[in-house]
């Protein structure tokens, strides 16, 4: 697999779903790897009800009360469930997803994972909650999962299921010298493709982003049109780029899939309350640098 071919070389990936991509603007593996996250989703560890905060996308591991009831109003099929542990109760509703009342027995545990609200009585409740179960759930607890911005029929899991079988079959050659890297403080070209797709901490998304900004401000020529002297210029002027403050210091900021790097570091500079993972996912955004 190459860099230049068409995304139809992921298995997976037919006709169908490259129209998908398309709206995208993605056709090649390169306008693939290149579709950066627009945030992540921090899975931590699951809690108790009891210890929720309003105003949070937060998981809760509780067990379903009582048998899921099904309401219908105007033509949606609108689940309710309560749920619960030693420590309180809460409500889950769910629309469109009928399914629901059968796949949630009551006495079941499961784990809960949506925006924690307010209700009426002091109650707490979700609404549209994603549902794991708890063996799910511990494989995700502590990793933190891509967030890309869709189009209606592409969803998160496609894109970033796409993305990893891309990095794992493509050769992603470095073309910055390991003594500019080391200079420089910057990890390795693939190592930030890796990271800016699936990193396992706030300081993986800094390296990956430090890395690609600095990319984004030296745009390497080809080696028959341009000398030694030129590229060292290019280097230099780069570097000092990102360490005045291209480099993002911030570990809350996050890549736009409508922004380049840089493009992102700016605006999120100025957005201090942006945090990983509470972003809702958009459609439609374009991600394409």
């Known amino acids: 697999m190459e860099a230049s071919h068409l995304i139809t070389e992921i298995k997976g990936v037919g006709v169908k779903t490259t129209a998908l991509f398309s709206k995208l603007h993605i056709e090649t593996i390169k306008d693939l ?3 950066f996250p627009r945030g992540y989703d921090h899975y931590e560890e699951a809690l108790p009800v009891g210890e929720l905060c309003t105003g949070k ?4 591991r509780a067990c379903i009360v009582g048998t899921p009831s099904m309401v ?4 949606m099929v609108i689940t309710h469930a309560q749920a619960g542990d030693a420590s309180g109760r809460m409500k889950l509703t769910w629309f469109r997803m009928p399914y629901l009342k059968k796949a ?17 009585g002091g109650m707490l409740f979700m609404e549209q909650p994603r549902v794991f179960s708890q063996g799910d759930y511990e494989t995700l607890a502590g990793t933190w999962q ?10 998160n899991h496609m894109i970033s299921k796409c993305v990893r079988q891309a990095l794992e079959e493509l050769e992603l ?3 910055l010298p390991e003594e500019i890297r080391s200079r420089y403080r910057l990890i390795g070209f693939r190592e930030a493709m890796e990271k800016i797709h699936f990193p396992g901490s706030q300081e993986d998304v800094v390296m990956a982003r430090r890395r690609l900004v600095f990319d ?7 080696s028959d049109q341009a000398s030694e002297k030129r590229e060292c210029r290019a280097v230099n002027r780069s570097a000092a780029a990102a360490d005045r403050g291209y480099g993002p210091p911030d570990c809350s900021a996050s890549v736009s899939a409508d922004r380049s790097p840089a493009e992102g ?13 509470d972003e809702p996912t958009g459609s439609g955004g374009r991600g394409k640098r």
């Open 33 to 35: 790897i290149s579709y």
């Open 57 to 60: 996308v937060q998981s809760v």
């Open 216 to 222: 984004e401000f030296f745009s390497l020529p080809d």
């Open 104 to 120: 949630l027995p009551g006495g079941s545990w499961h784990v809960f994972r949506g925006m924690v609200q307010a209700g009426t």
């Open 72 to 75: 219908r109003a105007k033509g």
């Open 146 to 155: 891509p967030k890309y911005a869709l189009t209606n029929g592409l969803t």
């Open 173 to 175: 050659p470095d073309y």
């Open 265 to 277: 570091l700016e605006a999120d500079r100025s957005r201090p309350d942006r945090t990983y993972g």
